[in-house]
């Protein structure tokens, strides 16, 4: 089965979906996941995790293309990866940043000591 996604990469095939849920998704998703944790635990800014996210995408790809001759030149499938990577990355960073706040600062943030 072969898929048109809006004509911007091409025929995608039902394994293409499958590298990118077990690579990018997956593999790469708990890294960003991870990176970003890091990053909100030690009061770092998220341009930070930015770079973090960047380099992550990149290993993908080539992860990608070693393991499973996925096109490494490919712009709009790097641009995919990085969507997906930047998502996970900046929502596990403000998960975190939020706890962390919140067990800081309980008083600001309705705590047992704010009411």
């Not at 490494?72 to 940043?97: E, K, N, Q």
Request: glycine content about 12%; charged content about 10%.
């Amino acid at each position: 089965m072969l898929l048109n996604i809006a004509g911007i990469v091409g025929p995608v095939s039902a394994r293409d979906i499958l590298v990118f849920l077990g690579v990018t998704c997956g593999l790469g998703g708990l890294a960003a996941i991870a990176a970003g944790r890091a990053t909100a635990q030690t009061w770092r800014q998220p341009a930070q995790l930015g770079l973090y996210v960047v380099l992550i995408a990149i290993g993908v790809r080539l992860l990608s293309a070693a393991l499973f001759a996925a096109p490494l030149d490919c712009l709009s499938c790097f641009a995919l990866d990085l969507l997906v990577l930047a998502i996970a990355g900046f929502a596990s960073y403000r998960l975190a940043r939020s706890r962390q706040l919140a067990r800081q600062y309980p008083w600001a943030f309705g705590g047992p000591e704010g009411k």
